[in-house]
């Protein structure tokens, strides 16, 4: 159904597509760096990743369409049929699904009539279960577009299919002032940016939970080139504060070599011999 | 002295349009990047290597050290690549810090790259970060609106240009040299070292891969000293890092402090467990540490004490499960993650994980049997150690560390026939659980080994 609801890459497409594949390349010393962002270009005009979209990144950087579906298939956000306009992501990683996740994900599920990467009927939604998105502190988490939608619950996140398939504008809760469609975002995405950068809020409640709490017992980072630490009472004006504390308590603890690490580094080796 | 909170990072995340670089200079931004371009670039390296910083993406690696494993420049190009895959379950600190500074990330790329001979960096950005990927692209170019970066840097006749690349959904790129191989447009796949990036990285050219925090704590080295950034934190776990507490926990958030802090005093901090419960169960650094519980509450989170208490400090992702969890069902979840990502490449990690989800998922749903522990076992012997990269050793930490700790948890899924725990009570909200159309995938009889 999906093979030919793109336009044909001929004509004003093409000639759009291959100059900002040109940009594209020109970012990296190596042409082939750019087939990721080639192939969100790609989603971005055809709302997935489509037989000629692989046939353009393939000729643009003299790969086989075989290279380029191996990438591909490879990468989670690359889609295979036409996506919804609007991608909605809740993670069912282990924090998120035990602080309620699985339930948000079945009250959608059920409420859309969806299940995990199928699109509503009016091809506005594709529901997904999402891995870790990097913001357990504010747990539940639902990605719209990749947009993050903070502290959910059941009712929540059914609001905001609601208004989404109604056609409201959305605010995510840390983002954009409002989510785009699945297409702009995968232009920005591929590196063209939208200017939206400058919306929305720097931080949310928990990411300040820290800085908050430091504001308020006065506690700071140590002043340069100091002087021994001041034992007296900080006031809590924050940074002009001084250090209240001096070297932690724990200097003294038993040292052991370390076993290892995340799966972000190479780990589970001596690390003396890792590079 | 009880430990405080050491905001460095953090410090300037409240300041109105923080991410800007009006507010970045504000706050004495890029005077670091000065200093660091009137020195020799193996100061630089020196400097790091004395301050004690370790690499702030899991392994610990020291960060100087990394940079000094270069070979001497040869005439041709030498690269950064900083790490900003961030995607280790429970991780949560470079996501936020690139969406309310950006610029303290890229002063740290212009010295790092300065430091290491490099002229072109690229941030590696998980894609699944819309407006973060936006707040990078726009903080490059203020940068390099500003001359920090681009021909002839402040003057100084260095010149640096920084590329900032989107993944497209793959937690193994967080893997370095699987971060390379997608770098180049391919799989992200791990590579076989020897060779390392140092001497064979992106492009086959000499490469530094650094977590973001590593390179955004350069600026403050560089800038307050190493007897500064030594004055917090331990012996060997210098300076101070982002804390990330998520979970069962009554205020959860970022807690920058020094390296050595507690949990018990972060906990103390944030609040506590929710509504007085108690903690049962916790990672100290995302989904690939072992668990710890409650008696561990005084272990000092660096990487040595870490280490000797059985578990790893990680990338201090500290997810907070208290008496209401099922560990049975959050290790199930984290086996099918690691079976979604493990990318393929090698057989023990391919099918270790399979089965490990699969036997998991059994026992969840009341179907497994007393054999099947030591099947899990036995499998996770099979991948811990004789996997291509990380990714499998992780998938192992949660079920070995979490059958020792609550095998009397997993037992009574078994003889009971069902998971004894109400999911609802474990959740923020009250509901009432219901079974999911595509739920059925796992755990179901009847699919193992039919």
């Known amino acids: ?275 | 002295m009880a430990t405080t909170l050491t905001p460095v990072l953090s410090r300037t995340w409240d300041v109105n349009r923080s991410w800007g670089l009006d507010a970045y200079e504000r706050d004495g931004g890029y005077d670091a990047l000065r200093k660091a371009l009137t020195l020799p670039a193996a100061d630089l390296v020196t400097m790091v290597k004395d301050a004690g910083l370790r690499g702030r993406g899991g392994a610990g690696f020291p960060t100087g050290l990394k940079w000094s494993f270069l070979p001497a420049p040869d005439g041709g190009p030498r690269y950064l690549v900083v790490n900003a895959d961030e995607s280790e379950p429970g991780t949560c600190k470079d996501i936020p810090l690139m969406m309310a500074n950006p610029q303290v990330l890229l002063e740290g790329v212009a010295i790092t790259s300065y430091a290491i001979g490099c002229n072109h960096a690229f941030i590696y950005l998980r894609g699944e970060v819309l407006h973060v990927y936006r707040r990078l692209l726009r903080a490059v170019e203020e940068a390099y609106a500003k001359g920090y970066l681009g021909k002839d840097v402040l003057g100084s006749g260095f010149d640096l240009d920084v590329t900032v690349h989107a993944g497209a959904g793959a937690y193994i790129c967080g893997e370095e040299t699987a971060l390379l191989d997608s770098l180049e447009g391919r799989r992200g796949q791990p590579r076989l070292k020897p060779p390392f990036p140092a001497v064979a990285g992106l492009y086959a050219r000499p490469t530094v891969v650094n977590n973001v925090e590593s390179v955004a704590s350069v600026p403050s080295i560089v800038a307050n000293g190493v007897d500064w950034f030594r004055s917090m934190g331990t012996e060997k776990s210098a300076g101070y890092g982002l804390f990330s507490l998520s979970g069962h926990v009554t205020r959860p958030g970022q807690y920058e402090a020094p390296l050595g802090i507690t949990l018990r005093e972060l906990l103390d901090m944030a609040g506590g467990v929710r509504n007085g419960n108690r903690l049962k169960f916790w990672t100290p650094g995302g989904s690939s540490t072992p668990l710890f519980t409650d008696e561990h509450l005084d272990v000092p989170l660096d990487y040595e004490s870490v280490g000797a208490a059985g578990s790893m400090l990680g990338t201090r992702a500290l997810q907070i499960f208290d008496e209401t969890t099922c560990v049975v069902r959050a290790i199930t979840r984290w086996a099918e993650f690691y079976a979604h990502e493990s990318c393929g490449k090698c057989t023990p990690c391919r099918e270790g994980t399979y089965w490990l989800k699969q036997v998991l998922g059994r026992i969840e749903a009341g179907h497994g049997t007393q054999e099947d522990l030591s099947v899990l076992l036995d499998v996770c012997d099979n991948i811990l150690g004789r996997s291509f990269c990380a990714l499998g050793d992780g998938a192992t930490s949660t079920i070995t560390s979490g059958i020792a700790l609550f095998r009397d948890e997993f037992e009574a899924h078994i003889t009971g026939g069902r998971c004894p725990f109400d999911p609802a009570a474990s959740a923020l909200f009250d509901h009432t659980p219901r079974r999911s159309r595509d739920r059925a995938l796992t755990g179901t009889p009847g699919t193992v080994g039919a």
């Open chain 1, 1 to 275: 159904m999906a093979s030919t609801a793109y336009e044909p890459y001929e004509g004003e497409k093409l000639e759009r597509l291959e100059r900002d594949a040109a940009e594209a390349t020109s970012r990296y010393p190596d042409p082939r760096s750019a087939l990721l962002p080639l192939l969100h270009l790609v989603q971005s005009e055809d709302g997935y990743v489509s037989p000629d979209g692989i046939a353009f990144c393939a000729r643009t950087l003299g790969l086989s369409t075989a290279e380029v579906s191996a990438v591909a298939t490879f990468y989670t956000q690359y889609k295979r049929h036409p996506n919804g306009e609007y991608t909605v992501g809740v993670c069912t990683n282990t924090l998120c699904a035990v602080m309620g996740g699985d339930a948000i994900y079945d009250e959608l599920s059920e409420h859309l009539g969806v299940g995990h990467d199928e699109t509503t009927e009016d091809g506005k939604i594709t529901l997904e279960r999402v891995e870790c998105n990097a913001a357990c502190d504010y747990a539940p988490v639902m990605m719209v577009n990749w947009e993050f939608f903070d502290n959910q619950t059941p009712t929540s996140a059914t609001d905001v299919v609601d208004r989404l398939r109604a056609g409201e504008a959305v605010a995510p809760t840390r983002g954009a002032s409002s989510v785009c469609s699945f297409k702009q975002m995968s232009r920005v995405l591929a590196g063209f940016s939208d200017g939206r950068a400058d919306e929305g809020p720097a931080a949310g409640e928990a990411t300040l939970a820290g800085l908050r709490l430091a504001r308020e017992k006065g506690w700071t980072a140590p002043l340069p080139d100091a002087t021994p630490p001041s034992q007296e009472e900080a006031s809590p004006a924050g940074k002009a504060a001084p250090p209240t504390r001096g070297r932690p308590s724990s200097t003294d603890t038993p040292a052991a070599p370390p076993t290892g690490g995340t799966a972000d580094t190479p780990t589970g080796r001596d690390p003396s011999k890792e590079a």
